[in-house]
């Protein structure tokens, strides 16, 4: 069944989708530069990354995660935080214990953080070897999704208590394309309560598989009568794949395609409306020419970004 705050934001992201969406940036440091960098891109909505193991063993971790989600907040960003990584022992064979401790943890972030609109629960929970915890290697790929929907419905219901203005965002989708519709009726099967479906997409080239994945769920959605939104929460490209797959190794040809990449996912979705959002991944990476739209020192912006802040103004 359908929630009245589901379908009100169903109807108010698909309202703003009639202008053109700012496109978002993914980041995993939210340190003052990182900021400042995403605000001088014009960048309205950042994701960035909570682990729970992290969480729990590291004091000055959980003291560094809160004053970036400050900073991120001071900026008046809307923030995506996607929720992973369990603690040891975590395991297929004890998913009912993680499943329950996952609540209690993400009800105690939903009051923790208030400032963060959107949790997304898991990530790339659909594709082989990532995690066990939802049977990765164990069953079949639809009773994953079933028990992906059993931890749904023991986390959102205390994300909502804890932040009624919160959205639940279902981790995304990126297993092999059909996968992602068996997984997705897993979900289905166990009645998961979400507000929002997500799913990442590499290519290459980017644009073709963002198109065809978003086909997939859009069908399987349209099949199950689900108007929530779609989002794509992660898409992006690597001088390595440029260089492999298409034997483009000079560096600034690598700079240009990428710029492309991202801008092609965008003219496209403009055109489509497959997403109500997209969001690009990274804002640096640990290569110059890695997933990053800012070079290694955190300074040297690629075409890529001078793109997005023109964009996005």
């Known amino acids: ?35 400042t960098l995403l605000r001088n891109a014009n960048v309205r909505h950042a994701k960035t990354t909570l682990y729970w193991n992290d969480w729990v063993a590291d004091t000055a971790y959980r003291t560094a995660f809160a004053a970036g989600i400050q900073r991120l907040a001071a900026a008046k960003l809307e923030i995506t935080v996607v929720v992973h990584a369990p603690p040891p022992g975590s395991s297929y064979d004890t998913r009912d214990q993680v499943y329950r401790a996952f609540a209690d943890f993400m009800a105690a972030r939903a009051a923790q953080f208030t400032t963060v609109r959107n949790w997304q629960l898991w990530n790339e929970q659909d594709a082989p070897g990532w995690t066990d915890v939802f049977g990765a290697g164990r069953v079949p790929l639809r009773e994953q999704g079933r028990n992906y929907a059993t931890m749904l419905n023991l986390a959102s219901p205390r994300i909502k208590q804890a932040n009624r203005r919160a959205n639940v965002v279902v981790g995304g989708l990126a297993g092999p394309d059909d996968s992602t519709r068996v997984f997705l009726q897993g979900i289905y099967d166990g009645r998961g309560s979400f507000d929002v479906l997500a799913v990442h997409a590499y290519g290459p080239p980017v644009v073709t598989a963002a198109r065809a994945r978003g086909k997939i769920l859009r069908d399987a959605m349209a099949a199950a009568n689900d108007n929530r939104p779609l989002w794509l929460t992660e898409f992006g490209i ?22 492309d990449e991202w801008r092609d996912v965008a003219t496209w979705n ?17 290569s110059d020419y890695g997933y990053g739209i800012v070079r290694k020192d955190k300074v040297t912006v690629r075409p890529a970004y001078t793109w997005l802040q023109q964009r996005n103004r």
């Open 1 to 35: 069944m359908r929630t009245l705050g589901a379908l009100a934001l169903a109807a108010t992201v698909v309202a703003s989708a009639n202008a053109q969406d700012p496109v978002g940036v993914i980041t995993h440091q939210m340190d003052a530069n990182s900021v």
């Open 238 to 259: 690597t001088g390595e794949v440029m260089s492999s797959l298409w034997g483009m190794s000079d560096p600034v040809d690598q700079d240009l395609r990428q710029r």
């Open 270 to 286: 403009d055109a489509s409306r497959t997403y109500q959002r997209i969001v690009g991944y990274v804002l640096y990476d640990v």
